[in-house]
């Protein structure tokens, strides 16, 4: 019967033709437990010859696919055989392995066909040789059992040989219209087959002939054989058969007889020339093999059909003959028990005297003997119990430990390929996204080469035209004082918006004054800064001339008090043209992350040149002024000297300057609030 082992080892016969294999218990015959597993999954049918079966899923959704092997079974089905492993729900579930039991297994091939009929005919002979003595005055229950027996062991052997005949003739020849070269046989090989079968054939025949001789002792025999003159007529009949048998074994041995010696060299025909023989075709060949398997089929069925209605003519006459044995050993034990009744009755009358003498000293013995017997009997019995119990509890805790080890094996080896699986994902995953990173970041670099300079040029001018826009407006803004009362309008409450109103307007008038009064007090220094500037012009042409005349001592002076101005003037611009261009590149860099940034670095940088400059120059000027004050001293000590203080007007500021400067005060106005409590 075939059957599915799953990977636990449990078995599930298919009994049926068509089984339905799901998760519900009440509709299917194969109830697999599985998340992917619906309750009608798929339909195994079985093939008429049993050796092999169909597999049809019921849907094709992605939840409901069979594998066989590892391969998904389209909605037509597929053809399963021994040894394929099929999964339902993914491939990775537990499978089930479709096996097919000993049956067509050993009636696959002739061989183990003969191998199977031998080791049977051992068996049996070994079991008759072991009840010999037994079967030398069987009773005539027992010799009637024996002769049962011995025909429903004829006819299972029989009905077993012919059903696996049958099954191995219908397996090969549905396999296929057009069989394989190599699983051709030749002609030697089809003659040693049926050679074999006529062999089994006759084995059979002489053990069911030795099987009679060996039931019935040789006295009763020899007597039957007297008080019945037909009963040697089955062995004669049997011995008759023997020679027309071996003789058949032995034209069927030989394929190819040798031909008749020659009587001569004269005698001898002169050699024809063979014929070509037509090659035969594939088709020929599947007609001859056809054709001899339909043969053998039925030289077999002739040959087991004889050998039944043989069996069938000796156990007839086997029960004739033990119902006339069991007739005259009736008439014997009649006749035995007649005379041991009279020498019973002679010696009873002289033993009672015997028996009453000692009948007290006899009870005692047979009741100690009873109850050692009883004892020994319940002790006997008590230790085979124990020991059947503990050999039961051995067992099963052997299978519950082989079985807690195989599911732990299988629930690891799961476990480990789900771990297996997951970190394949992982790593893929992990490469897909180096491979993203690697791609984006060249992408990017890509856009920024191509877009990114471009736009940024255009984002620095645009950002240029609105700072100035916004330095503009703050200006307005801080001329006008706005900025304080616009945040204080904002923080206000709808319902004060008049009172801010007033104190702003109040507020702007007085900025008006102050601004106006800032106005007048920038005028004042601008005139005052251009006397200072006459004043410089002249003192530069006084300096001029002492310069001339001081041409010697100046060589003499430390060159670090002295300075050339040229020199020092382009060592100062090309120091500040380096400075800023590398505050230019950082700002470029910053630009590319945050414009806000960028921007105020900008300004800072602008600011710090700025105020170097600045610082350079009142050095300058303070080292001119030193050196102007030494000169007088050494040649017009009463002259006055010229002191920049600084309460002077400043010179003009240039429109950077006044830029930064406006900058600055923006940056205080702002911190100026928010330093407020």
Not at 33 to 47: E, M, N, P, W
Not at 66 to 82: I, K, S
Not at 200 to 218: G, N
């Amino acid at each position: 019967m075939p059957s599915l082992r799953d990977g636990g080892g449990a078995v599930h016969e298919l009994r049926s033709s068509k089984n339905l294999i799901g998760a519900s218990p009440s509709k299917c015959d194969v109830v697999v437990r599985h998340s992917g597993v619906r309750d009608l999954h798929a339909l195994l049918t079985l093939a008429p010859d049993r050796a092999s079966a169909t597999l049809v899923p019921f849907s094709a959704a992605d939840g409901s696919v069979c594998y066989l092997n590892r391969r998904a079974v389209p909605v037509e089905g597929a053809a399963v055989v021994h040894g394929d492993r099929i999964a339902f729900g993914s491939p990775d579930a537990d499978s089930f392995t479709f096996e097919l039991t000993g049956f067509l297994l050993d009636a696959s091939s002739d061989a183990l066909l003969s191998e199977f009929v031998e080791r049977k005919l051992r068996q049996s002979s070994t079991r008759r040789r072991a009840n010999a003595p037994v079967a030398m005055e069987p009773p005539p229950s027992l010799s009637s059992s024996n002769v049962s027996s011995a025909q429903s062991l004829s006819a299972a052997l029989e009905d077993s040989i012919l059903d696996r005949t049958a099954n191995h003739e219908s397996a090969v020849g549905g396999g296929g219209a057009d069989p394989p070269a190599d699983s051709r046989l030749s002609t030697a090989e089809r003659n040693a087959a049926e050679v074999e079968k006529l062999r089994l054939s006759q084995q059979l025949r002489e053990v069911d002939s030795r099987q009679l001789d060996e039931s019935v002792d040789h006295d009763d025999h020899k007597s039957l054989n007297v008080l019945l003159p037909g009963s040697s007529e089955p062995t004669r009949s049997s011995q008759s058969r023997k020679p027309r048998l071996t003789e058949l074994v032995k034209t069927l041995h030989v394929p190819n007889p040798p031909p008749p010696p020659s009587s001569g060299p004269s005698t001898a025909a002169p050699e024809q020339p063979k014929a070509h023989k037509p090659q035969r075709t594939a088709l020929h060949l599947q007609l001859i093999d056809r054709t001899l398997r339909h043969k053998r089929q039925e030289l077999v069925t002739q040959a087991f059909m004889r050998w039944r209605r043989g069996l069938h003519i000796q156990s007839q006459r086997r029960q004739t003959r033990a119902q006339q044995l069991h007739n005259l050993r009736a008439r014997l034990v009649r006749l035995r028990r007649n005379r041991a009744f009279f020498q019973w009755r002679a010696l009873a009358s002289l033993s009672s005297q015997v028996l009453s003498c000692r009948l007290d000293s006899f009870q005692e013995r047979n009741a100690s003997r009873s109850l050692v017997k009883a004892w020994t009997r319940w002790k006997l019995r008590h230790c085979s119990l124990s020991l059947r119990r503990r050999q039961l509890l051995r067992s099963a805790v052997l299978r519950l430990r082989a079985s807690g080890l195989q599911r732990a094996f299988h629930t690891w080896l799961r476990y480990f390929r789900e771990l297996q699986r997951c970190e394949n994902l992982q790593q893929s995953e992990r490469d897909f996204a180096r491979k993203w990173d690697a791609r984006m970041a060249h992408v990017a670099q890509r856009h920024r080469a191509q877009r990114v300079a471009r736009r940024l040029a255009t984002v620095l001018r645009l950002w240029r035209s609105l700072t100035a826009n916004r330095l503009q407006r703050l200006r307005v803004l801080r001329t006008l004082a706005l900025r304080r009362s616009w945040r204080l309008v904002h923080r206000a409450l709808d319902d004060e918006r008049k009172r801010h109103d007033a104190s702003r307007e109040k507020q702007q008038e007085e900025h008006a004054t102050e601004h106006e009064l800032l106005r007048h007090q920038v005028q004042a220094r601008d005139a005052r800064l251009q006397e200072l500037q006459l004043q410089v012009r002249k003192r530069d042409a006084s300096i001029q001339r002492l310069r001339e005349q001081q041409q010697q001592e100046r060589e003499t002076c430390e060159t670090g008090q002295l300075h050339d101005w040229s020199k020092s003037l382009e060592t100062f611009l090309e120091s500040a043209v380096k400075r800023v261009g590398r505050d230019l590149e950082q700002i470029l860099v910053l630009a590319e992350d945050d414009v806000a940034g960028a921007r105020f670095a900008a300004a800072r940088a602008l600011v710090e040149v700025v105020l170097e400059q600045k610082v350079h120059n009142s050095n300058e000027r303070v080292q001119l002024q030193d050196e102007l004050l030494r000169q007088r001293q050494r040649q017009d000590p009463p002259a006055k000297t010229l002191l920049l203080d600084d309460s002077s007007p400043e010179p003009p500021l240039g429109p950077h300057a006044k830029f930064l400067r406006d900058m600055i005060e923006q940056r205080q106005w702002g911190d100026a609030p928010a330093a407020r409590p």
